[in-house]
Each structure stands twice: as C-alpha cells, then as structure tokens.
C-alpha cells in the first residue's frame, strides 16, 4: 500500500509539471507572438511613414530647385526687379527762359506716362523762378531727370531711395488676417440672439473693418509712391543766383530791399492819408482858433486905483 500510493503521488506530481510546463510554454509562444505582430506593425507604420517623407523631400527639392530664388512661401522675392522702391527726386536748373523751360519740362514728364502735381511760379523778368511737382513712372524715372536737366545749367541735383518691400509684404499679411477677422465677426453677427450680443458685435465689426480700411489706404498710398516717382524741379532764371558774392552783389541786393522798403512805406502812407486829411483838416483849425483867442486883448474896463490914504500922526 505504501509503495502503490507513493507510486501514485509520483504520477500525479509528473503530471501537474507537465501541465505547468506547457502552459508556460503556449504564454511565452503568446508573448513572443504580440510582440512580433507589434513590431511588424510599427516597421510597417515606420516604412510608410518614410516613404511619404521620403517623396515629399525629392518632392521638396525638385520645387525648390525649378522655383527661383527668395521666392518661399510667404518671404519677398530679393531681386531688385520685384523689390517696392521709392525714388524721390530734388533738383534745380538755371534756364533762359523760365516758361518756355517749364512747358518743355511738362511735355517730357507727360510723354514718359507722368503728369504734374504741383506748379508754382513768380515772374520777374529775369529772376523769373518756377518750381514744378512732377510724377513720373518708376522705371522711366532717371530718364526723365536726365532729360530735364539738359534744359538748361544743373545747379545741383538730389536722389532719394527708399526701399518698403518688407512693409509692404508685412502690410499684404495684415490685410489678409484683418479680413479674416472682418468675416469672423460677420458670422458671429449673423448668429446672434440677444440684442446685447447685437451690439457688442456690431460695434466690433465696426472696429475690425475700420482698421482694414486703414490698412488698405496705407497699401494704396504705397502703390503710389512706388508705382510713381516723385520729381521737384527748380527753375530759375539768368539772374536768379544762390552763389554770387561780392561788392556788387550786396549793392544790388541793397538797392532792391531799399526799392521794396519805400514801396512797403509808400503803400502804408497812400492808405493813411484818407485818415489824415479826414481828421487832420478840421484838428489844425480847432488850433488855429483856439491860438487866436489866446493872443486876444481883453475886453474888461480898467479899475481905478483908490486914493492914497494919508499916513496920521499919533499925539505927542
């Protein structure tokens, strides 16, 4: 009996490792299977993620390799062709004949695409000046300064550039988030229920359209300035002269503020005199009157003198 039941421990105890044996087993062949299944799938991800990525950077460089230079998304092209210049223009010339200069300086501004903005002359024979305002092309701009200086003697000439081609890339970003936000509130506003949320709305519309608006006169008055440039021309005359120095030239200069002192005084004596003849009249004889009677003897009747009282004596 004691050997059959050791005998029977023993089979049962075989058997229970055998059991835990293979089901150890199948939990290891499990694991081993997930984590194969899961790193076959993250190869997978990974080998399509790459290919993508892969693509898209030969995709990349073949754009970036056909696209000229500086023209990323959202940067400014840096050729000199594409950037917004402003070209400001000073300049004076000594002519013969002011008007007849002024009118050839006009034809040629106009030929080349441009008008006149401004024009203001004085006419003195020959100190005759006229300084003009025109507004030219860009692209026509140095051709019309050479052509108006050839008018005449260049005294001096200034040139002006400014470059606004990060603002005006700046002020086009702007722009575009502003209306957004424009649309944005015009959809809030639609949906509003309240008339509180009505007129909080509506005034920030207001608001939002109101900065747009602003934004996009500054676009517009940059357009301007760089689609058209800006020209000043002084035209003077023979004797009109910055640079003469000397005896003679202070004599002159003398002589003409002597000349417009006396006809500055002469003009203020010609409308005084109405006032001096209107009330000086009738002051100079009230003084001739009043001077008569003071030289005038006067009339009252003389007073006798009385007599001499004589001195009395007092007794001895």
């Known amino acids: 009996m004691t050997t059959m039941g050791a005998g029977m421990d023993g089979q049962v105890g075989r058997r229970r490792g055998a059991l835990l044996a293979a089901t150890t087993l199948a939990a290891a062949l499990a694991l081993t299977g997930c984590g194969a299944g899961d790193s076959g799938a993250q190869d997978s991800a990974g080998t399509a993620a790459e290919a993508p990525a892969a693509n898209g950077g030969e995709v990349g460089r073949d754009a970036a390799a056909g696209a000229p230079e500086g ?26 004949d002011v008007d007849s200069a002024a009118r050839e300086a006009t034809a040629v501004a106009t030929q080349a695409g441009g008008f006149v903005g401004g024009d203001q002359r004085r006419s003195a024979d020959a100190d005759a000046v006229a300084e003009l305002e025109l507004r030219v092309p860009a692209a026509k701009f140095n051709g019309v300064v050479e052509e108006i200086a ?19 890339v700046d002020l086009e970003a702007r722009i575009t988030s502003q ?33 747009l608006a602003s934004l996009e006169a500054k676009k517009r008055r940059l357009a301007d300035l760089t689609a058209l440039s800006t020209i000043t021309v002084s035209l003077a005359g023979p004797a009109a002269k910055d ?66 009282v004589p001195a009395t004596r007092s007794a001895p």
């Open 179 to 211: 209306r957004a936000r424009v649309e944005s509130a015009r959809r809030l506003l639609s949906r509003a229920t309240s008339i509180t949320d009505l007129v909080s709305l509506e005034n920030e519309l207001g608001r939002r359209e109101a900065d």
């Open 71 to 96: 023209a990323g998304a959202g940067a400014p092209d840096l050729r000199v062709d594409q950037r917004a210049i402003i070209y400001t223009g000073r300049m004076r010339v000594q002519v013969d």
């Open 150 to 168: 050839k008018l005449g003697r260049q005294q001096s000439r200034q040139i002006d550039t400014q470059d606004v081609t990060e603002e005006t």
């Open 243 to 308: 640079t003469e120095t000397g005896f003679l030239v202070g004599l002159r200069g003398g002589w003409k503020a002597f000349v417009v002192s006396m006809t500055v005084l002469l003009t203020v004596l010609g409308a005084l005199l109405p006032w001096l003849v209107a009330l000086g009249v009738p002051l100079v004889a009230l003084l001739v009157v009043l001077r008569r009677r003071r030289k005038s003897p006067a009339l009252v009747a003389p007073v006798s003198a009385p007599p001499p």
